[in-house]
Structures are given as C-alpha cells and as structure tokens.
C-alpha cells in the first residue's frame, strides 16, 4: 500500500470540492470526487488531463448505499483513505414563510444526512489512517437570517461536526469545520444573481481546508470561519 495520502470528496466536481482535489493533486496526493452529473465529472476530469491520481465516482451524496461504494471504490483503487470532505450541498434560496416546499426534502438530506452518511461510511478506514473528517458548513451555520432554511441545515452541520468530534477523537480521528462566508461559486447559479459585495474565491475556501489537513500529527483543528473583509453577518 502506497503511502501518498488519499482523500475523498463529495460534491467535487466544481465549486470548493473541484478546487480542494486541485491543490491536493498538485502537491502529489491522490484524490477520489463524487457528484452526481457524470458529464461534469469528466469535464472535470478531463480538465486537468485525467492523472492517475485522481479518481471520479458518479453518485448521490445523500444515498447511503452510493456513498459506501464510494468509499469501497476509493480503497480499492488507492488502498488507503486519509481524508474525507463532506462538501456537496446545496441552497433553494427561498423561505420557509415564502418558499416551495417541493425541493426542501432533497437540500435537507444533501446538506445534512449526506455528511453524516459519508461520516459513517468512512470511519473504519480513517481510524486505520488516523485520518480527518473535514465538513464544509458555512457562515449561515452560526448567524440566524430570516426564514433561511438552507441556513438551519448548516446549523445541523455545525452540530454534527462537534457531536462527530466528540466520538471518534478517541480512535485518533480529526474533525474540522470549514464555515465560508460569500463564496463565488455555482452554489448562486439557484439565486439568478451573485450576491453584493466581495466574495471569496473557491480557491481561498481550499487554503483552508488544506491548510486543515496540513496540521501536524496529534493537532486537531475543529472549526475555521472564514469570511471576506466586508461581510458584516
């Protein structure tokens, strides 16, 4: 078994996920991303001329028997997981006073059953690694706005890192959060509009979930709050 680090990300095909597997490529690590557009994932792929090193998994986050098989898929093909990013998500940018409740149900078990499922799919291999569990929550996670349902699953998500943190430290386990604020990213493409003022870039959000993971053995980064200069909530 190779000992290059290897790492599995929901929801990578673009956005925070794509450009987490882009840095971790660079620096020679291999990579496994999930998403459920096989088109996307090829472009993906494709784009940064299919190294060996990266693997490309067609599934849903949010199902738990796709989510195994992509664990299972990682380990076969690299034979070691070190990391895993709970990053695929998604907002209807509505309200729950105003909102179409049709789409709620899926954003629910996309943004908060989908990490727990990965979580648990993963743990057995990540206690041999001593690996880290990064979930990708957001400023909405910490900060009430009116009627932002979206922002009451990342509420979910800030919960579920500290619960998860608070079981498998004990096997050597890490968890960190990784809460951006305004991102420019697809996660817009719902809204019609990018949001005012500065955003962040996906390749600053990556500096932080890199940066996470670079932690010496035996540190334990829990939970990074990164906003752009400007966003006052």
Known sequence: MSDTAVTLITGGGSGIGAAVARRLLESGQRVAVTG?????????????????????????AADHGDVAAAVEATLKRFGRLDTVVANAGFATHDSVAEGDPAGWTEMVLTNVLGPAL??????????????????????????????????????????LAENTRREVTQWGVGVTLIAPGRVETPFWD?????????????????????????????????????????QPN
């Open 190 to 230: 719902g809204n019609g509009a990018l949001p005012p003022g500065d955003l962040l870039t996906a390749d600053q959000i990556a500096d932080s979930v890199v940066w996470a993971m670079g932690q010496p053995a035996g540190v334990d980064v829990n939970t990074v709050v990164v906003r752009p200069l400007g």
């Open 36 to 60: 459920r557009g096989q088109e996307r994932l090829r472009a993906f792929g494709a784009e940064l001329g299919d190294p060996e090193g990266l693997l490309t998994i067609r599934g849903n």
């Open 118 to 159: 990965l979580s648990r799919a993963s743990i057995d291999a990540l206690r041999e690694s001593r690996g880290r569990i990064v979930l990708v929550g957001s400023v909405a996670g910490f900060v009430n706005t009116p009627g932002n349902i979206y922002g009451a699953t990342k509420w979910a998500v800030t919960g």
